[in-house]
Structures are given as C-alpha cells and as structure tokens.
C-alpha cells in the first residue's frame, strides 16, 4: 500500500525543519491532528499543508512540534547520569564555574535534577558560579519548565537526599526559588547551528537523538562533543550508545562518554 501524500509531505517537512524522522504510525497520527487543527479554523487541509510548508505561524510551527515530540521524562531519571555528573563536579576546580547543559529538556525534570545534583556540592558563595541550561524545541514544553511547577507525586523521584531543594506550595511542587536564577531555558533545534561558544562540563541529550538519521545523528554527537570542556561528560538516552564514537570521546560508563583531554 502506498503511503498518504499528505503524510509524505508531513513527514519531509518534518524531517527537513527538525531533522526528526516519522515512522508511518506517527505519521498519521500527527497528520490526524492537524488535519483536525485546519477543520477547526476552517480551513482545507491541502492549503493548511501548504501554509506550514511556506514557514506558517509561531503558533502553527508549535502546534507542529508538539505534535512530533514525545515529553516523557521524570526527576533523576536513569539515575547512574546523575552519580557520574556528582563524581565529575566534585573533581573539577573549585574557583572556576560549572556548566551543564540539557539538550532536549522537556518539560524541565532533567536540568532541574542536575541543577539539585550540582548545588549542593558547592559552598553558598561558589553557587553563583553554577548554570544550567535547559534547551528544547517545544514551547509548551519549555514553558512548564521555566514555571517550574510539578504534581505533588513528582516528590516520589526526588531522592530524599535532594527534596530539601524544592518546596510545596499550592499543591505543586517547585525547584527552591534561590536555585532559579542559576537555569537558563531556551528555545534550540539541535539540528540548527548552536547560537553560543560556551563549554560545558557535561551535557544530558537523553532519548533525543533516536528521532534522527544516522547521518544527523552522528554530526549532533560531533558539535555536542565539541561544546565539552576537556574531560567533560556526555550522556545519552539508554538504547543510544554510541558503535562510532567521534574524535576525542570516549566510553566512560553505562551511556556516558568523556571528551579526551
């Protein structure tokens, strides 16, 4: 059976503008949505592809991308990432500033988890120095991440360790508001050239690159490995390890590499 020519054309744009690869099921689904999406604004389906194709809206191209992306994600999810990125910040430098950076951060459970990982290793006059920076291409995603506000069953992810760095206020859980002015969020397609120079100490992009090609995936390893600080720490999502490793990484735990000093 021959695939939908809307479907085709959806998953290229797809493809081209997110470099994210569809399979036939998740194809159709999305086409499902927006194809309900044009009916509601009274529009033909066609012309409505036709918009999207063309650039379409800030609110066309959000709805898109929710659409195509999966936010599943949790606090101190794989917890092995997180011993490693405690090990690795206790062995750095004491004078000079951490950075990490989650790519593919969702709805903000995992910057924030790296951010309660991290603070507490560093004195209260060394916390300046820390920064977090949580990326993602869905603006729904990012927005509940900048709110940082979560369902009280979120505590049960939080080690016991670490809730005395969030607080209960309205019936949600929250990051403490002194750890706020340390995370950054914002908007990145990975596929995209990255708009900083900055280096990071590790980098999270966890069940992220499983949506792209072989070919974009390797060249996401390549720029995120150079946005490492020697001996920096990259980790991947648990079916992600890497059979071709790029120049100056190496395998430094389960789904976690090292950039070579």
Known sequence: MSADPAEQRISALVS????????????AKVCAALHDRAARRGQDFRQYIEVLEAGGSHEDNDHLIAQV???VTAFYREPHHFDSLRRHVMDLPKDRAVRCWSAGCSTGEEPWS????????????KRDLLLVLGTDIDAAALEKARTGLYPLKALDEIPLSSRLYFEVS???????RKLRPLMRIRTLNLIEPFPFKAQFDAIFCRNTLIYFAPAQRQDVVRRLT??????GLLMLGHSETLHHLPDGLEPAGLTTYRRVE
């Open 226 to 231: 150079a946005r490492l600080r020697p001996g």
């Open 16 to 27: 081209r503008r997110f470099g994210i690869i569809m399979r036939a099921r998740h194809a």
């Open 69 to 71: 992306t999966t936010n």
């Open 114 to 125: 790296a951010l309660t990982t991290i603070a507490p290793l560093l004195s209260d006059e």
């Open 170 to 176: 309205g019936g949600a859980v929250m990051p403490h």
